[in-house]
């Protein structure tokens, strides 16, 4: 059976490029990078240019990205060392209603440590206005957290008058960057940010490899502590072949940048316009304006969202309810919520992304599945608008609006 992967915001395959770098550092190549033998030395110059690879993707030096395990361990050092480090100049952070659970469970962790949060709204395109940035920020204000680019809508935050503003305020700026990397051109040098976020396995790499760049000259407090790796600033034995892997699908990003964003920005465009050349009632959630180039969340009126994922599924089609973490336990978006959707229409929305591997073959056969299962769900959807008389399954007759053809 076809199966077609379109969730690219959960995660990404390793490229064969990737894994053919990664290869060597497991069993050839195994040496510790703190050891000063050859197969050690191999491991340390490895991982020294992997972090150059990284850098040059962001316009950072080298010394000022340090790997960590995940891009949600780079979210909890930035928060949490972040706020420590200023804690005599206050307690007050910054941060936005639709920041990944990352940022969002840290947050409230530092809460109940005795830090005040405020958690800024966004429009219904999903971005922060930064007059509202400003008004938030208090003498108390020491460090604010606004994501680059949104997982569930893709909205693309105006990270660079943010941080503006953050700096005029003398308000230490991070971002979680992990949705943005190889999608949306970064410079950190010109954004003027003082920390950012990164994951291997959203661009391609390896899962369990992230990184967090902080600015030279900005101070943060280790969040790991002991060994000396990472220049001394995150300890435990670097996870070479992982580090190598992020460095390549970093070098591979940056190659591919225009054409990615390119290519799948218009299979993306091509995506939605033929879902809804297809099927009546079809709306996509969020604005088009200022948002990730793979990125399509689209509401399909009187259905339940989680019926067409699992139909989906069936047919080899795979899709996301809002955000990985929400799916298993069925909570409502609260990134759809934040934008202003009612329950209902946050229920009937899917998350399409698209990627490297997608084909337009793909997006045909998706297209097709869709229209099918669509058709079936709402033949028994009491809302439905969309039966007529002939084959209503309807179970409450009574309330279906019956459309007469
Ligand atoms: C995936 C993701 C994370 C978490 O990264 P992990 O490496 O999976 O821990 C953080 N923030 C955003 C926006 C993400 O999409």
């Known amino acids: 059976m076809k199966q077609v992967y379109m969730d690219y ?13 990664m290869l060597p550092y497991f069993s050839e190549q195994y ?5 000063l033998y050859a197969i050690g030395t191999k491991g340390k110059e490895a991982v020294a240019k992997a972090r150059k690879q990284v850098a040059d993707l962001i316009g950072a030096e080298p010394e000022e990205i340090f790997f960590t395990a995940s891009g949600s361990e780079a979210d909890n050092w930035a928060l949490k060392e972040g706020a420590a480090s200023r804690k005599e100049s206050g307690n007050h952070l910054i941060t936005t ?6 940022i969002l469970h840290t947050c409230e962790k530092l809460e109940e440590d005795g830090y005040e949060v405020t958690y800024l709204g966004v ?3 999903g971005r922060v206005d930064p007059e509202d940035f400003r008004k938030a920020i208090t003498d108390k204000t020491i460090l604010a957290s606004v994501m680059f680019a949104n997982n569930e809508v893709g909205s693309i935050q105006p990270i660079k008058e943010l ?7 003398g308000v230490l700026f991070h971002t979680d960057a992990v949705q943005a990397l190889g999608n949306v051109p970064i410079n950190v040098k010109e954004m003027d940010v003082d920390m950012m976020s990164f994951s291997a396995h959203k661009i ?3 899962k369990g490899v992230g990184a967090l760049y902080i600015r030279k000259g900005v101070e943060i407090p280790n969040f790991l502590h002991g060994g000396g790796q990472e220049g001394g600033h995150r300890a435990g034995t670097e996870n070479v072949p992982g580090i190598v892997g992020f460095g390549m699908a970093a070098e591979l990003a940056m190659k591919n940048l225009d054409d990615h964003c390119k290519m799948t920005a218009s299979l993306r465009d091509y995506f939605i316009e033929q879902v809804q050349a297809n099927i009546e009632d079809v709306e996509v959630n969020g604005s088009m304006e200022h948002r990730l180039p793979g990125n399509a969340n689209l509401l ?13 599924d069936v047919k080899g ?3 996301s309810s809002g955000s990985a973490c929400s799916s298993s336990t069925y909570a409502p978006s609260h990134v759809l919520t934040a934008i202003g959707l009612p329950l209902e229409k946050v229920y009937s929305s899917l998350r399409f992304s698209i990627g490297d591997f997608t084909s337009k073959e793909d997006i045909d056969y998706v297209v097709e599945q869709l229209k099918d299962i669509v058709s079936k769900l709402r033949s028994f959807s009491p809302y439905s608008r969309k039966c007529n008389e002939d084959s209503c399954n309807c179970r409450v007759k009574d309330t279906c609006k019956r459309k007469k053809n």
């Open 9 to 21: 915001a959960a995660t990404t395959p390793v490229k064969k490029e990737v894994l053919d770098a």
């Open 31 to 35: 040496g510790n990078p703190s050891s």
């Open 97 to 102: 209603v639709i920041e990944h659970h990352a």
């Open 123 to 125: 429009g219904t395109d």
């Open 163 to 169: 941080a503006a503003i953050a700096k005029e305020k």
């Open 204 to 206: 391609y790499g390896p």
């Open 300 to 312: 399909f009126h009187y259905i339940e969202g989680e019926a067409l994922l699992l139909f989906l």
């Open 317 to 319: 089609v795979y899709a």
